[in-house]
């Protein structure tokens, strides 16, 4: 049951970032743009709830999940964690703020929002996906804290979904900022910062 349970939190973490990437990918928007018509100022806002709901279910699926522990961590080296671990938290919450009526599709209930730029202030001088580069420092500190073998599986499918998503967004971005992305992407490393 142990190994079965496992692999389950895996394959839910799998689909999770199978589902998100292709209902966010510009060739499902077109086609959902085509057959909702008019009620396709809603989709970004489903699309929000529906990854909201679902990322939930996943983690109270882990949370409640039976694991093994890897190694006892001493108590120093979790306080010690705290710190990326808040600062990844920090992070994530900024961004989200930052971002959340643009990204959520909340704002079709009441206004209409201007077409993107690209951000290249604040945290996007150092890395080009802070948010990313938050919830990555977060969940490994959160592994290294809690150091159970569920966490370490949900830390390394996200972090390879992260690799995979970040460049599937690049992708999506030079398309949308052309020569200004390339420069940007030459300048600014992707979800790590130079020091």
């Given at each position: 049951m142990f190994i079965i349970s496992h692999i389950i939190l895996v394959l839910l973490w799998v689909l999770f970032g199978i589902l998100h990437s292709v209902l966010a990918a510009n060739w499902w928007k077109r086609l959902m743009q085509q057959r909702l018509g008019p009620q396709y100022k809603y989709y970004?806002?489903?699309y929000s709830v529906f990854a909201a709901v679902t990322l939930i279910a996943i983690l109270v699926y882990q949370v409640y999940l039976q694991s093994q522990l890897i190694?006892?961590?001493?108590?120093?080296?979790?306080l010690l964690l705290c710190i990326p671990l808040v600062a990844g938290l920090i992070i994530m919450g900024l961004l989200i703020r930052k971002y959340f009526f643009s990204l959520s599709g909340i704002s079709v209930f009441y206004?209409?929002?201007p077409p993107a730029d690209l951000e290249l202030s604040g945290l996007n001088r150092y890395v080009r996906h802070p948010l990313y580069f938050g919830t990555l420092l977060f969940l490994w500190s959160f592994f290294f804290i809690f150091p159970y073998v569920k966490n370490l599986l949900a830390c390394?499918?996200?972090?390879?979904y992260t690799v995979w998503g970040a460049r599937l967004e690049e992708k999506k971005l030079t398309a949308q900022f052309g020569e200004k992305y390339t420069a940007y992407k030459k300048q600014v490393p992707m979800l790590l910062p130079r020091l």
């Amino acid at each position: 049951m142990f190994i079965i349970s496992h692999i389950i939190l895996v394959l839910l973490w799998v689909l999770f970032g199978i589902l998100h990437s292709v209902l966010a990918a510009n060739w499902w928007k077109r086609l959902m743009q085509q057959r909702l018509g008019p009620q396709y100022k809603y989709y970004s806002f489903s699309y929000s709830v529906f990854a909201a709901v679902t990322l939930i279910a996943i983690l109270v699926y882990q949370v409640y999940l039976q694991s093994q522990l890897i190694y006892a961590a001493p108590v120093w080296v979790k306080l010690l964690l705290c710190i990326p671990l808040v600062a990844g938290l920090i992070i994530m919450g900024l961004l989200i703020r930052k971002y959340f009526f643009s990204l959520s599709g909340i704002s079709v209930f009441y206004k209409e929002q201007p077409p993107a730029d690209l951000e290249l202030s604040g945290l996007n001088r150092y890395v080009r996906h802070p948010l990313y580069f938050g919830t990555l420092l977060f969940l490994w500190s959160f592994f290294f804290i809690f150091p159970y073998v569920k966490n370490l599986l949900a830390c390394l499918v996200i972090t390879i979904y992260t690799v995979w998503g970040a460049r599937l967004e690049e992708k999506k971005l030079t398309a949308q900022f052309g020569e200004k992305y390339t420069a940007y992407k030459k300048q600014v490393p992707m979800l790590l910062p130079r020091l």
